[in-house]
């Protein structure tokens, strides 16, 4: 398995969060396991950038919304935890790893795994606090099928009357 995949899973399980059933708690990791400060920034169309060693801090764009927050901040607690080093940071590959980090870091996969059966990527969305995009991905590079798909209106309606 990927080195990013296996570091992210080695904080879940340290930190007593890979069963969870809901949102990551990000900021506690990143102080606590990471021993980093976090700040929110209004950074223009910057995402989320990290300062390493010694001290290190993460500075998360204040303008986006909390979803995407979340996967920022997950996003760069993987450059921290993967080492990488600011040379290295912009690099197609790097930047994919960190990514790889931050999907496996905010929907566990063994608690993804336990409720793909029961529910779809909206409401594994909406219970983990990440975009409905980035369950979708996850369940895709997990193999799962989720259980249903969100009805449309025309469902709905029948559903009501
Ligand atoms: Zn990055």
Same mark, same amino acid.
């Given at each position: 398995m990927v080195r990013s995949r296996l570091e992210a899973r080695s904080i879940l399980q340290k930190t007593g969060n /890979?069963? $969870?059933? &809901? *949102? $990551? *708690?990000l900021l506690k990791i990143a102080e606590d396991y990471m021993g980093c400060e976090v700040r929110l920034d /209004?950074? &223009? /169309? $910057?995402d989320g950038l990290c300062i390493p060693l010694p001290d290190p801090i993460i500075y998360i764009n204040s303008r986006h919304c909390k979803a995407r927050q979340r996967f920022s901040l997950a996003h760069e607690i993987g450059h921290l935890a993967l080492r990488h080093q600011p040379e290295q940071i912009g690099r197609w590959e790097i930047e994919r790893e960190a990514n790889i980090f931050a999907g496996e870091l905010l929907l566990p996969v063994l608690s993804v795994k336990r409720l793909a059966c029961r529910m779809d990527y909206f409401d594994l969305a909406a219970l983990f606090g990440v975009s409905t995009a980035a369950a979708q991905i996850r369940l895709n590079v997990l193999g799962l099928t989720p259980r249903r798909h969100r009805p449309g209106p025309s469902t709905a309606l029948e559903a009501t009357f």
């Open positions: /890979d069963t $969870v059933e &809901g *949102p $990551v *708690p /209004d950074m &223009g /169309d $910057v």
